[in-house]
């Protein structure tokens, strides 16, 4: 019984942050109505190429260690803490490609112990989650709720350090690509208005809901495990 209970608890949770942050299924394609518009995307293509942008991107944080990689076949760019080194996905055809390369040269001047840790946390977190399940699935769980504790608690300190490194690089990285727009000089002062004000809509959008995608992340590891508790122990 209490298992349906943590179940029903956490569902009713993800609904109530839904609400809180405003999360509405229309804002979501209007994200990506946005981030692929020809108008904009033509605007943007008047700059330098995504390495460039990210050199001098780099440069201005005073951080050119970093090695710089596009890879045209990935569809997410990152910031690799172990290899030091950013990877750019294919992100030709969006306008946001700017502020994409922004945000992953932020990471890269963000505490390095907090990354390394993040890093090795969220590899250990997904591992204890599968561990879990299999030994539950195999009836070798003998501490179910304790196990589901330890879950809750990895969750909170998962969610609480991701969002903290993702929400600080998001916010800057609008602030950190205007600059670059505004100082490289290829667009006038219309386009860079245009370009800057559909960022900010991209943010007032993105922001809670990468928030709320960290949240459901956590939230449907806990819905899972207690799901196969009560259907193998």
């Not at 090695?67 to 030091?84: F, G, R």
């Not at 932020?106 to 390394?116: A, E, G, Y």
């Amino acid at each position: 019984m209490e298992y349906i209970i943590i179940i029903i608890t956490s569902i009713i949770s993800v609904i109530a942050l839904k609400f809180a942050w405003n999360i509405k299924l229309k804002d979501i394609k209007l994200l990506k109505e946005i981030g692929y518009s020809k108008e904009l995307n033509e605007i943007t293509n008047k700059l330098p190429e995504n390495k460039r942008i990210c050199e001098t991107i780099l440069k201005k944080l005073e951080n050119e260690t970093v090695t710089i990689k596009e890879e045209k076949e990935s569809k997410t760019s990152l910031y690799i803490v172990l290899t030091n080194s950013i990877l750019i996905a294919n992100i030709k055809d969006t306008f946001t490609r700017v502020q994409t390369v922004a945000h992953e040269c932020l990471h890269s001047v963000q505490n390095r112990k907090t990354l390394l840790f993040n890093f090795v946390f969220s590899n250990l977190y997904y591992i204890y989650f599968l561990v879990i399940c299999v030994l539950t699935i195999w009836k070798l769980n003998f501490y179910p709720m304790l196990y589901l504790f330890i879950l809750t608690i990895l969750s909170f300190i998962y969610y609480a350090i991701r969002s903290s490194l993702e929400m600080e690089a998001m916010t800057k990285a609008k602030f950190l690509a205007k600059e670059y727009i505004e100082e490289e000089g290829t667009l006038n002062k219309q386009e860079q208005t245009s370009i800057i004000e559909n960022y900010e809509k991209i943010n007032q959008i993105g922001i809670p809901l990468t928030n709320f995608k960290l949240a459901w992340n956590c939230y449907i590891k806990i819905v899972l495990y207690a799901i196969s508790v009560i259907i193998f122990c």
